[in-house]
Nanobody, 115 residues
């Protein structure tokens, strides 16, 4: 079973930026897709961004134009660059990978956007 570890969360002011990283214990080239999700207090988990093996990326409408997902296969790392952060972005952010029929999740990293 693969293990995913997120990092880079923290407290930022509205309009600020953060870069989240997710390091996999396995080779991310084996994953058909790599994604970021988030869950705010009292809310359901929601999709944020996804990237496939070809580098094709997709985003939730709420973050499109502000967030960028990327992958570095040599470092087995997936990143999420978050710019122009809003209070509504406050949530625990989770990395996941899809390998065959299996879905792997990280422990999550807290992002808080507040003035």
């Amino acid at each position: 079973q693969e293990h995913l570890v997120e990092s880079g969360g923290g407290l930022v002011q509205p309009g600020g930026s953060l870069r989240l990283s997710c390091v996999s214990s396995g080779n991310i080239s084996s994953a058909s897709s790599l994604s970021w999700y988030r869950q705010a207090p009292g809310q359901e988990r929601e999709f944020v961004a996804i990237i496939d093996t070809a580098g094709l990326a997709g985003y939730a409408r709420s973050v499109q134009g502000r967030f960028t997902i990327a992958r570095d296969d040599a470092k087995n790392t997936v990143t999420l660059q978050m710019n122009n952060l809003k209070p509504e972005d406050t949530a625990v952010y989770y990395c996941n990978s899809l390998v065959g029929r299996r879905v792997y999740w990280g422990q999550g990293t807290q992002v808080t956007v507040s003035s």
